[in-house]
């Protein structure tokens, strides 16, 4: 069973990058998949989720308009596309599933900056 983020890097300001979330072992859509970023020194920030059933999403003010969260069914993943992106943006980027039980995934690096 494990739970991997990938897609991270560096972007200039303004660019873009989508990140995924693939499990393994489990199907992810049976689970609601929070999106974290964390930079050192601060607290974990949730950016994003998405339920399990309906596939209703929610987006924390820092990133609504720009960050988009979606399940690929097909890969057993959600995916985060970021748009518009940010300096601020410049975090480790973690997903998180969660029913009954949370699984976390490692972080993904994603650098900002020109």
């Known amino acids: 069973v494990q739970l991997q983020a990938s897609g991270g890097g560096w972007v200039q300001p303004g660019g873009s990058l989508r990140l995924s979330c693939a499990a393994s072992?489990?199907?992810?859509?049976?689970?609601?998949i929070g999106w974290f970023r964390q930079v050192p020194g601060k607290e974990r920030e949730g950016i994003s989720c998405?339920?399990?059933?309906?596939?209703?999403?929610w987006y924390g003010d820092s990133v609504k308009g720009r960050f988009t969260s979606s399940r690929d069914i097909a890969k057993n993943a959600v995916n985060l596309q970021m748009n518009s992106l940010k300096p601020a943006d410049t975090a480790m980027y973690y997903c998180?599933?969660?029913?009954?039980?949370?699984?976390w995934g490692q972080g993904t690096q994603v650098t900002v900056s020109s």
């Open positions: 998180r599933a969660e029913s009954s039980i949370v699984f």
């Open positions: 072992g489990f199907a992810l859509d049976n689970y609601a």
């Open positions: 998405i339920t399990a059933s309906e596939g209703v999403t």
